[in-house]
């Protein structure tokens, strides 16, 4: 039997003198030699941060309405094609949709505006939230922008904003209105839903120590499901309040129950009265009312239920919703002067 004492040495590190392998041999791969790294840990201030609107928009500015205090804040993004122009509901702002715009941008101009009482946005009564009201703010804003030669426009209008889009489309006063886009708002739903708002807005959190605090509570309440949307929209909800040292909401929606009915009554007849195109999008099939689901019979709008998402379809799913949107203006040929017919040229103003 041969000495031990001649036996080759294993190819291994000696873990007592810290020497290595004989040159030349190939060092053998140990299960326990490496551990995998551990994903770094988000602190609830990174996870919940706020993010700008500049990495979704491509500016923002303040709109003075002639002869009058008021002073809407907007936020655009895109050069060319028709104007997709966003209406936001209660409680929310212009930033509600800031994910589908970098979308939206790419085929289409996005104007998102901060309603009355909501966001940056200005006036002399904040709380006058009354259909009439808000339908003229739009209208003053629409006719700052663009004078007496307004581009297409196609309105997008979420839950309160919805209702704002369709009162809107229904006076028959905006010739350039080339499609109407509602988001998850039908009259018999809405107006079964108030007896429940006071209670709903009242039994919110009402006070945050922080920003990141609102949008985890925005979040882990499921008010919104997608945490990237509510990073950028939460803070524009918010206001600061110096006497009790904290973050509370900015609408004061708890003031204005007078003008909730008017949102909605009539809702449906008005939707269906609009000649230009209609999509309504909906969370959930329950919600349409014995008017919609006969005029979706007979074909007079279109509908697209949305899975998987909540009331804020635009936040909660932004790339399926500006997808829906995109398509609905390709469907129904909308440029950026109106429905464009193949084949046909509109006259060109320039002289010969």
């Not at 941060?49 to 002073?71: A, K, R, T």
């Not at 409680?91 to 940056?120: C, M, N, P, Q, W």
């Not at 929606?253 to 909605?264: N, P, S, V």
């Not at 609009?274 to 007979?298: F, S, W």
């Amino acid at each position: 039997m041969e000495n031990s004492s001649n036996l080759t040495s294993l190819p291994e590190e000696d873990s007592r003198n810290g020497e290595t392998a004989p040159h030349g041999v190939a060092k053998l791969p140990s299960a326990f030699s490496s551990k995998p790294d551990r994903p770094p840990i988000q602190t609830s201030s990174q996870k919940y941060g706020p993010l700008d609107w500049s990495g979704y928009f491509d500016q923002e500015d303040d709109v003075c309405i002639p002869d009058s205090e008021n002073v809407f804040h907007i936020y655009k993004a895109g050069t060319e094609g028709p104007v997709v122009f966003c209406l936001h509901g209660g409680g929310y702002s212009g930033l509600s949709f800031a994910l589908s715009a970098t979308k939206i941008k790419e085929k289409a101009r996005v104007v998102a505006l901060d309603l009355r009482g909501h966001g940056k946005s200005s006036t002399d009564n904040d709380v006058d939230l009354s259909i009439e009201t808000l339908c003229n703010d739009v209208l003053a804003v629409l006719k700052t922008m663009y004078g007496d030669s307004p581009p297409a426009i196609v309105i997008v209008g979420h839950s309160m904003g919805g209702a704002v889009a369709v009162h809107l489309a229904a006076k028959k006063v905006l010739p350039s209105l080339a499609g109407l886009v509602v988001v998850d708002v039908v009259e018999g739903t809405a107006l079964a839903s108030l007896m429940h708002m006071q209670k709903i807005l009242s039994s919110r959190m009402q006070h945050f120590s922080t920003i990141e605090k609102a949008i985890e509570w925005s979040v882990k309440g499921g008010s919104l499901r997608n945490i990237e949307s509510a990073r950028v929209s939460i803070p524009s909800t918010l206001t600061y309040d110096d006497s009790r040292k904290c973050y509370t909401h900015r609408a004061r929606l708890d003031e204005t129950e007078q003008y909730w009915r008017g949102w909605y009554e009539g809702l449906s007849e008005n939707f269906l009265s609009c000649p230009a195109p209609k999509l309504l999008l909906l969370a959930g099939t329950d919600r349409l009312d014995r008017t919609l689901t006969i005029g979706q019979m007979q074909g007079k709008f279109q509908m697209v239920v949305v899975r998987h998402t909540g009331h804020a379809i635009q936040e909660d799913v932004p790339d399926e919703f500006a997808n829906l949107v995109l398509n609905f203006i390709s469907r129904n040929r909308i440029g950026s002067n109106g429905i464009e017919i193949p084949g046909i040229r509109r006259p060109s103003s320039a002289k010969p």
